[in-house]
């Protein structure tokens, strides 16, 4: 049976769903109005593949050292939700030293009609190895179209300000739920595991 996760709470699927402010959604929205004509790009896929039977969107790539320039509420706001999901899982927690977001944040836009249709998961090849979780904040109220999980039989609502974290392995494959009405924006990325000295935006507290 489908599950709905739509409140605030862990589930015993390893699924965190929490929120950000209104004032850390503006932020990333300012950066796509800004931004996107400029530089928004046909949404990609592993290797930097365009399939459109597969993801259809219009990105955004934020770099890690844009991060505190571009959406610093949101930044602090995110850093909070993910120590509290490290604090849920000791043996994650004991790692946080070496956990760091080393790759863009992506803004992302859904024309009606448009997601990422293929059930797929976030650590599928070499060059996503290093991926321990996945963010995802929903910038736009969606009603039933936010992201469904394979293995979970669970989906979380598109709400603006939603911000769902959960494992980048293969058993949480998901999808996007289309939404045929009217667009749909979210912002996305991943919490990497890395050396220390590598280390491009540790997390608060650990320098």
Known sequence: MLSLLNQSSFTDNFIYLSKVSDKAVKQILNVWKKDH??????????????KPHVKKSIDISVLPKHFDNAFPLY???????????????????????????????NIQKYEKGDGFFLPHYERSGYDSLSRVLVFMTYLSTNPGCGTY???Q?????????????????????HNGLVDFNKEKYIATGWINMV?????ENPLPGKK
């Open 37 to 50: 004509k400029l530089y928004g790009t046909t949404g990609k896929i592993g290797y930097g593949k365009y």
């Open 75 to 105: 930044m602090k706001e995110l850093n909070t939700l993910v120590r509290q999901y490290t604090f849920k899982y000791h043996e994650l927690h004991t790692n946080t030293r070496h956990l760091a977001i080393t790759e863009p944040i």
């Open 149 to 151: 999980f394979k293995y």
């Open 153 to 173: 039989d669970a989906a979380t609502d598109a709400i603006k300000g939603h911000t769902v974290i959960w494992p980048a392995e293969f058993t949480h494959v």
């Open 195 to 199: 050396p220390p000295p590598e280390k």
